[in-house]
Protein backbone atom coordinates (compact mmCIF):
# COMPACT_ATOMS: atom_id res chain seq x y z
CA UNK A 1 0.00 0.00 0.00
CA UNK A 2 1.21 3.49 -0.78
CA UNK A 3 -0.10 5.13 2.11
CA UNK A 4 -0.05 8.89 2.32
CA UNK A 5 1.57 9.91 -0.86
CA UNK A 6 3.19 13.64 -0.36
CA UNK A 7 4.61 15.53 -3.53
CA UNK A 8 6.96 17.77 -3.66
CA UNK A 9 9.56 16.55 -0.84
CA UNK A 10 11.09 19.72 -0.72
CA UNK A 11 10.63 23.28 -2.64
CA UNK A 12 11.91 26.68 -2.76
CA UNK A 13 9.71 29.51 -3.45
CA UNK A 14 10.17 33.43 -3.74
CA UNK A 15 7.87 35.16 -1.52
CA UNK A 16 5.11 35.80 -3.49
CA UNK A 17 5.18 33.03 -5.43
CA UNK A 18 2.32 30.18 -5.88
CA UNK A 19 2.28 26.57 -5.58
CA UNK A 20 -0.05 23.34 -4.44
CA UNK A 21 1.07 20.49 -2.08
CA UNK A 22 -0.20 17.74 -2.87
CA UNK A 23 -1.68 14.54 -0.80
CA UNK A 24 -3.02 11.32 -1.77
CA UNK A 25 -4.01 8.19 0.41
CA UNK A 26 -5.17 5.39 -0.97
CA UNK A 27 -7.17 4.25 1.94
CA UNK A 28 -10.67 5.41 1.46
CA UNK A 29 -9.76 7.59 4.90
CA UNK A 30 -12.79 9.88 5.37
CA UNK A 31 -10.27 12.48 7.23
CA UNK A 32 -7.93 14.39 6.18
CA UNK A 33 -5.60 17.08 7.33
CA UNK A 34 -2.57 19.39 6.79
CA UNK A 35 0.17 20.29 9.37
CA UNK A 36 3.02 22.71 9.52
CA UNK A 37 6.08 21.75 11.48
CA UNK A 38 7.80 24.23 13.34
CA UNK A 39 11.05 23.96 15.64
CA UNK A 40 9.27 24.58 19.54
CA UNK A 41 5.88 24.48 18.20
CA UNK A 42 4.75 20.94 17.61
CA UNK A 43 2.23 20.09 15.26
CA UNK A 44 -0.07 22.76 14.17
CA UNK A 45 -3.42 21.86 12.30
CA UNK A 46 -3.76 24.31 8.73
CA UNK A 47 -6.90 22.89 7.43
CA UNK A 48 -9.16 19.36 7.67
CA UNK A 49 -11.59 17.80 5.96
CA UNK A 50 -14.02 14.88 6.68
CA UNK A 51 -14.87 14.34 3.07
CA UNK A 52 -15.23 15.18 -0.19
CA UNK A 53 -16.65 18.65 -0.29
CA UNK A 54 -16.23 19.44 3.11
CA UNK A 55 -13.25 21.51 4.24
CA UNK A 56 -12.83 23.46 7.43
CA UNK A 57 -9.90 25.70 8.88
CA UNK A 58 -7.56 24.36 11.31
CA UNK A 59 -5.22 26.37 14.17
CA UNK A 60 -3.52 28.38 11.18
CA UNK A 61 -5.36 28.87 8.26
CA UNK A 62 -4.27 32.29 6.78
CA UNK A 63 -2.43 32.13 3.45
CA UNK A 64 -3.30 28.73 2.72
CA UNK A 65 -6.45 27.05 1.01
CA UNK A 66 -7.31 23.47 0.52
CA UNK A 67 -10.41 21.79 -1.33
CA UNK A 68 -11.48 17.58 -1.44
CA UNK A 69 -12.90 17.07 -4.72
CA UNK A 70 -12.48 13.50 -4.15
CA UNK A 71 -11.77 10.76 -1.23
CA UNK A 72 -8.01 10.27 -2.48
CA UNK A 73 -6.85 13.96 -2.68
CA UNK A 74 -6.35 17.01 -0.38
CA UNK A 75 -3.98 19.40 -1.94
CA UNK A 76 -3.23 22.44 -0.14
CA UNK A 77 -2.35 25.55 -1.57
CA UNK A 78 -0.10 28.37 -0.97
CA UNK A 79 -1.57 31.67 -2.85
CA UNK A 80 1.32 33.86 -2.33
CA UNK A 81 4.07 32.55 -0.39
CA UNK A 82 5.76 34.36 2.43
CA UNK A 83 9.12 33.98 4.51
CA UNK A 84 6.53 33.28 7.27
CA UNK A 85 5.59 29.86 5.55
CA UNK A 86 8.46 28.36 5.90
CA UNK A 87 7.71 25.01 7.18
CA UNK A 88 7.39 21.15 7.12
CA UNK A 89 4.09 19.97 5.94
CA UNK A 90 2.46 16.95 6.35
CA UNK A 91 -0.97 15.69 5.39
CA UNK A 92 -2.43 13.13 7.64
CA UNK A 93 -5.34 11.00 7.35
CA UNK A 94 -7.83 8.64 9.37
CA UNK A 95 -11.34 7.20 9.31
CA UNK A 96 -13.68 9.51 10.68
CA UNK A 97 -14.35 8.00 14.11
CA UNK A 98 -12.55 8.56 17.69
CA UNK A 99 -10.35 5.11 17.55
CA UNK A 100 -9.23 6.37 14.17
CA UNK A 101 -5.02 6.61 14.24
CA UNK A 102 -3.67 9.25 11.60
CA UNK A 103 -1.46 7.89 9.01
CA UNK A 104 1.07 10.94 7.81
CA UNK A 105 2.82 11.64 4.61
CA UNK A 106 6.57 11.60 4.89
CA UNK A 107 6.53 15.36 4.63
CA UNK A 108 7.13 18.45 2.62
CA UNK A 109 9.79 20.56 3.32
CA UNK A 110 9.10 24.42 2.03
CA UNK A 111 11.68 27.22 2.09
CA UNK A 112 10.59 30.87 0.80
CA UNK A 113 13.09 33.07 0.22
CA UNK B 1 -10.81 23.47 24.28
CA UNK B 2 -8.53 20.60 24.83
CA UNK B 3 -5.05 21.57 25.36
CA UNK B 4 -1.86 19.18 25.90
CA UNK B 5 1.22 19.84 27.74
CA UNK B 6 4.18 18.11 27.10
CA UNK B 7 7.09 19.44 29.67
CA UNK B 8 9.79 17.79 28.87
CA UNK B 9 10.70 19.76 25.80
CA UNK B 10 14.45 17.90 25.23
CA UNK B 11 15.54 15.01 27.34
CA UNK B 12 19.25 13.92 26.93
CA UNK B 13 19.84 9.99 28.08
CA UNK B 14 22.43 7.56 27.87
CA UNK B 15 21.64 3.56 26.41
CA UNK B 16 20.14 1.69 28.95
CA UNK B 17 18.50 4.52 31.31
CA UNK B 18 15.16 4.64 31.43
CA UNK B 19 13.04 7.05 30.04
CA UNK B 20 9.40 8.67 31.14
CA UNK B 21 8.37 11.75 29.05
CA UNK B 22 5.09 13.53 30.39
CA UNK B 23 2.04 14.17 28.69
CA UNK B 24 -0.86 16.10 30.04
CA UNK B 25 -4.16 17.28 29.00
CA UNK B 26 -7.20 19.81 29.74
CA UNK B 27 -10.12 17.60 28.85
CA UNK B 28 -12.74 16.40 31.84
CA UNK B 29 -14.40 13.95 29.65
CA UNK B 30 -13.77 10.79 27.65
CA UNK B 31 -10.35 11.06 26.01
CA UNK B 32 -8.59 9.23 23.63
CA UNK B 33 -4.38 9.01 23.61
CA UNK B 34 -1.86 8.43 21.90
CA UNK B 35 1.74 8.82 21.27
CA UNK B 36 3.87 9.19 18.12
CA UNK B 37 7.17 9.34 17.52
CA UNK B 38 8.83 11.06 14.86
CA UNK B 39 12.64 9.21 13.67
CA UNK B 40 15.03 11.75 12.12
CA UNK B 41 14.14 12.91 8.84
CA UNK B 42 10.89 11.00 8.95
CA UNK B 43 6.95 11.31 9.24
CA UNK B 44 5.24 10.72 12.08
CA UNK B 45 4.21 7.13 13.02
CA UNK B 46 1.55 5.81 15.42
CA UNK B 47 3.71 4.35 18.83
CA UNK B 48 0.50 2.97 20.98
CA UNK B 49 -2.70 4.10 21.79
CA UNK B 50 -5.43 4.03 24.56
CA UNK B 51 -9.14 4.14 23.98
CA UNK B 52 -10.51 2.11 27.13
CA UNK B 53 -10.00 -0.95 29.35
CA UNK B 54 -6.44 -1.99 31.01
CA UNK B 55 -4.82 2.06 31.80
CA UNK B 56 -1.46 0.80 31.09
CA UNK B 57 -1.25 0.34 27.55
CA UNK B 58 1.95 -1.27 25.34
CA UNK B 59 3.27 -0.08 22.70
CA UNK B 60 6.03 -0.75 19.50
CA UNK B 61 9.58 -1.27 20.27
CA UNK B 62 9.07 -2.06 24.21
CA UNK B 63 7.06 1.36 24.96
CA UNK B 64 4.61 1.98 27.73
CA UNK B 65 2.27 4.12 28.66
CA UNK B 66 -0.09 5.02 31.74
CA UNK B 67 -3.61 6.18 31.72
CA UNK B 68 -3.80 7.65 35.10
CA UNK B 69 -7.42 9.59 35.11
CA UNK B 70 -7.25 11.52 38.42
CA UNK B 71 -4.34 13.14 36.87
CA UNK B 72 -5.28 13.79 33.20
CA UNK B 73 -1.93 12.11 32.49
CA UNK B 74 -0.60 9.74 29.97
CA UNK B 75 2.67 9.45 30.43
CA UNK B 76 5.14 7.06 27.76
CA UNK B 77 8.01 5.03 29.47
CA UNK B 78 10.89 2.66 28.30
CA UNK B 79 12.85 0.55 30.89
CA UNK B 80 15.69 0.80 28.83
CA UNK B 81 16.32 3.02 26.24
CA UNK B 82 18.21 2.55 23.24
CA UNK B 83 20.60 4.65 20.69
CA UNK B 84 17.84 4.08 18.48
CA UNK B 85 14.98 5.24 20.16
CA UNK B 86 16.32 8.91 19.26
CA UNK B 87 13.36 11.16 18.03
CA UNK B 88 10.54 13.42 18.53
CA UNK B 89 7.56 11.68 20.51
CA UNK B 90 4.38 13.28 20.57
CA UNK B 91 1.23 13.12 22.54
CA UNK B 92 -2.10 13.83 21.37
CA UNK B 93 -5.57 13.65 22.89
CA UNK B 94 -9.20 13.45 21.27
CA UNK B 95 -11.93 14.02 23.27
CA UNK B 96 -15.46 15.34 23.28
CA UNK B 97 -16.73 13.43 20.38
CA UNK B 98 -14.08 14.88 17.96
CA UNK B 99 -12.18 13.10 15.60
CA UNK B 100 -9.27 15.38 15.66
CA UNK B 101 -6.51 15.53 17.77
CA UNK B 102 -5.07 17.93 19.37
CA UNK B 103 -1.03 17.58 19.80
CA UNK B 104 1.59 18.38 22.41
CA UNK B 105 4.76 20.64 20.87
CA UNK B 106 6.98 17.33 21.38
CA UNK B 107 9.67 16.11 23.31
CA UNK B 108 13.00 15.64 21.37
CA UNK B 109 14.94 12.39 23.00
CA UNK B 110 18.61 12.08 22.06
CA UNK B 111 20.14 8.80 23.52
CA UNK B 112 23.73 8.87 23.59
CA UNK B 113 25.77 5.46 23.00
Known sequence: NAGVTQTPKFQVLKTGQSMTLQCAQDMNHEYMS???QDPGMGLRLIHYS??????DQGEVPNGYNVSRSTTEDFPLRLLSAAPSQTSVYFCA???ADRTGELFF?????LTVL | AQSVSQHNHHVILSEAASLELGCNYSYG???NLFWYVQYPGQH???LLKYFSGDPLVKGIKGF?????KSKFSFNLRKPSVQWSDTAEYFCAVMGGGSYIPTFGRGTSLIVHP
Open chain 1, 34 to 36: WYR
Open chain 1, 50 to 55: VGAGIT
Open chain 1, 93 to 95: SSY
Open chain 2, 29 to 31: GTV
Open chain 2, 64 to 68: EAEFI
Open chain 1, 105 to 109: GEGSR
Open chain 2, 44 to 46: LQL
